[in-house]
Structure formats: structure tokens, C-alpha cells
């Protein structure tokens, strides 16, 4: 079966820490671009940070540039999203998302919460 599965997603307090990961089955990540989108209450998806399945390269949003990092290990078939200094405005669900380097195959994770709150 076809996943993408996110994890570790919760309640922080401001300034706190959070690793995502994102793990793949029944397909190989070594192909596939990974992005991570959030999505708050009342707000439309947005892009965070993603990875290129070539050379690595990353792209991070203005809004976590400096306190995200995303990282992937194709031979655990993994991708993470390690979020520092966390602020309540980074409370939303995030979402995995792999795309196919041909511009094909497009898979998502069903999302995780993360709660930035005191």
C-alpha cells in the first residue's frame, strides 16, 4: 500500500522544539521531491520548506528560514522537518508531500498537529 505517514507533530511551548518525520511505504523516496505545507484553522495551505530528490538543494519559507530545517534519508526512506523557536503562529497541521521528479506521481500524508501554545 501507498502511504506517506507524518509523526511527530504536538503541544509546544513558545520557543520550543518539534521534529516531524515523514516515512514512505510501498514506494522509494529516492525519486521524489519532499515538501511539508501547514494548514491553519480558516487559512489555505501553504508551502514550508522542501527538498530536491537530486542534490539536495532546500527551500524554506520567509516565515521559518532560520528555524526550520528539512532533512531527508533516502535509505530509510524517510524525510524530517526539524522546527525550532517555535511561535504560536506555526500552530497549523502539517502535511508530507512527495512529487514524482517527472512531474507525475504526487502523494500526501494525511497531516499532523502541531500546537504552539503556553
Known amino acids: 500500500q501507498v502511504q506517506l505517514v507524518e509523526s511527530g507533530g504536538g503541544l509546544v511551548q513558545p520557543g520550543g522544539s518539534l521534529r516531524l518525520s515523514c516515512a514512505a511505504s510501498g514506494f522509494y523516496l529516492d525519486d521524489y521531491a519532499i515538501g511539508w505545507f501547514r494548514q491553519a484553522p480558516g487559512k489555505e495551505r501553504e508551502g514550508v520548506s522542501c527538498i530536491s530528490n537530486s542534490d539536495g538543494s532546500t527551500y524554506y519559507a520567509d516565515s521559518v528560514k532560520g528555524r526550520f530545517t528539512i532533512s531527508r534519508d533516502n535509505a530509510r526512506n524517510t524525510a524530517d522537518l526539524q522546527m525550532d523557536s517555535l511561535t504560536p503562529e506555526d500552530t497549523a497541521v502539517y502535511f508530507c508531500?512527495?512529487?514524482?521528479?517527472?512531474?507525475?506521481?504526487?502523494?500526501w500524508g494525511r497531516g499532523t498537529q502541531v500546537t504552539v501554545s503556553s
Open positions: 508531500n512527495a512529487a514524482h521528479r517527472s512531474g507525475g506521481t504526487n502523494y
